[in-house]
């Protein structure tokens, strides 16, 4: 398998992983410790096989960090737990301020990798908008169950539940864009 197609998005489950793991059978500031860690080693692992880190990535590593440091301060896991939710409101943010300043993202992707759009600019505009309504609807979501489920719920929607959301989320997204694509106008 070609080095720029292996699943690395994987990596991002191991502070989670380790965090629920070492919360399970250890004290929380071993956990805590250990999820920053593996957040760390997570940041090397994709430097060295991808051969850069996502800005989302050093998003993500960062929140983990001072959210592991609160939560080791204040002696309360919920912080730690809390990464998704404040990941989720970044990205939601930076697309309102994306609308707001009228630019598109995802024309300015298509645009870097030198493709032309296949669709009207306004469907673009559409899907960041809704797009930017799944990731607040998801990161409120992920505030509610770090505060109101156990460790193993939140791994869950934190890892897997998530690419089922978004799954969800883009099916309903292409049927709603081949229904207002064939609505005549």
């Not at 697309?95 to 300043?101: E, G, M, Q």
């Not at 995802?106 to 559409?126: C, G, I, N």
């Not at 509610?144 to 799954?167: D, I, M, N, P």
Request: proline letters at 4%.
């Amino acid at each position: 398998m070609d080095t720029a197609q292996r699943p690395y998005f994987l990596l991002s489950f191991l502070p989670a992983l380790a965090y629920w793991y070492l919360e399970t059978y250890h004290s929380l500031e071993i956990a805590l410790v250990g999820g920053v860690i593996l957040g760390v080693i997570e940041i090397l692992f994709e430097k060295k096989f991808s051969g850069h880190v996502h800005t989302l990535s050093k998003l993500n590593l960062s929140l983990i960090v001072v959210l592991g440091g609160v939560a080791l301060v204040a002696k309360e896991g919920l912080f730690f737990k809390l990464q998704p939710t404040f990941t989720g409101i970044a990205v939601g943010g930076y697309l309102i301020f994306k609308k707001i300043r009228k630019e598109s993202l995802l024309l300015e992707m298509l645009k870097d990798l030198k493709q032309t759009p296949p669709l009207p600019v306004e469907f673009y505009r559409m899907l960041e908008w809704h797009l930017c309504v799944f990731l607040l609807t998801f990161a409120a979501f992920m505030a509610w169950v770090a505060v109101r489920e156990t460790t193993a719920v939140w791994l869950f929607w934190k890892t897997g539940g998530f690419y089922l959301a978004f799954g969800g989320f883009l099916v309903a997204e292409i049927l709603f864009l081949r229904l207002t694509i064939r609505r005549p106008s």
